[in-house]
C-alpha cells in the first residue's frame, strides 16, 4: 500500500463508518453529497491534469503505486473523493451538533471584504505565478457568488473550515514532506509565492477552501432541486 493510497483511506474510513451513526443519520444526504462531490472534483481534476502537464506540480513515485490516467497517480483521483467527503462530514456533524453556532451576515460580509482586500492585490502583483493566480482567482469568484447568492453557507463554513484545516494540515504536511524523508507532491515554487505554513503551500489553504465551498453551493442546489420535486410528488 503506498503512503499517499494510506492517507486517503485513513482519512475517509472514520467519517464513512459514522455517517450510518443514528442522530446525524448522514448517509441521507448521500444523494446530495456524492454528486457534488464528483461534480467537483472533474473540475479539479481537469485543473491537476493541466498544472502536472505544464509543471506546475508532480507526484513522487516513491510514495504512490504508479498507477496513472492523465498523468495523474490513481491516488490523486482518490484525493478528490476521500478528503472532500471527510471534511464536509465535519462540516455537516458541527452544524448538526451547534446549530446555534454561526456567523451573522454583516460578519460573513465584513470577512469577504478582508479577503478581497488580501486577494486581489495578490493576485495583480504575481500574475506571473499560475499557482497563484489561478487558484486565488478561483476563491475570489466562489467567494463572491457564495457572499450574494448564497451567504448562509458561509455562516457556519467559516467556522467549520478551521476545524478542517486542522487534519487537513496533517494530511496536507504530509503530502508536501512533513515527518518524511521526500514530498508526495513536489510543487514548481517560480508558480507559487514561496510561502509555506510548515512545508504548506499558502496557496493550498485557499484551494482546500474552494474545493469545499463549490462543494457546499452544489449541495445546497441539488437539495432544494430535490425539495421542489418532492414538493410537486406531494401535489400532484
Known amino acids: 500500500m503506498s503512503l499517499y493510497f494510506f492517507l486517503n483511506i485513513a482519512s ?16 441521507k444526504r448521500w444523494k446530495a453529497v456524492f454528486p457534488a462531490i464528483i461534480i467537483t472534483a472533474i473540475f479539479f481534476i481537469i485543473w491537476d491534469v493541466i498544472f502536472t502537464k505544464i509543471g506546475v506540480w ?17 491516488e490523486e483521483w482518490l484525493f478528490f473523493i476521500c478528503i472532500p467527503y471527510a471534511s464536509l462530514f465535519i462540516h455537516f456533524a458541527f452544524h448538526y451538533f451547534y446549530p446555534k453556532v454561526s456567523l451573522t451576515d454583516k460578519t460573513v460580509k465584513v470577512i469577504y471584504w478582508i479577503l ?37 453557507i458561509l455562516n457556519t463554513f467559516f467556522i467549520t473550515f478551521l476545524i478542517v484545516l486542522i487534519p487537513f494540515s496533517v494530511v496536507n504536511g504530509i503530502l508536501t514532506g512533513s515527518f518524511i524523508d521526500e514530498p508526495v507532491v513536489i510543487y514548481n515554487n517560480a508558480e507559487n ?11 493550498d489553504i485557499g484551494y482546500a477552501f474552494s474545493m469545499l465551498l463549490m462543494s457546499l453551493i452544489l449541495i445546497n442546489k441539488i437539495e432544494k432541486i430535490e425539495k421542489i420535486g418532492q414538493g410537486l410528488d406531494r401535489f400532484f
Do not use: A, Q, W
Open 12 to 27: 475517509f474510513v472514520i467519517p464513512f463508518l459514522y455517517s450510518f451513526e443514528s442522530r446525524m443519520k448522514y448517509i
Open 116 to 152: 478581497m482586500l488580501m486577494l486581489l492585490p495578490t493576485i495583480f502583483l504575481h500574475f506571473d505565478k499560475l499557482y497563484t493566480t489561478i487558484n486565488y482567482s478561483v476563491l475570489v469568484l466562489l467567494l463572491t457568488y457564495t457572499v450574494f447568492k448564497v451567504p448562509h
Open 58 to 74: 508532480s507526484f513522487n513515485p516513491r510514495y504512490h503505486s504508479g498507477i496513472e490516467f492523465f498523468d495523474l497517480p490513481v
Open 193 to 203: 509565492l514561496g510561502i509555506r505554513l510548515g512545508t504548506i503551500p499558502i496557496e
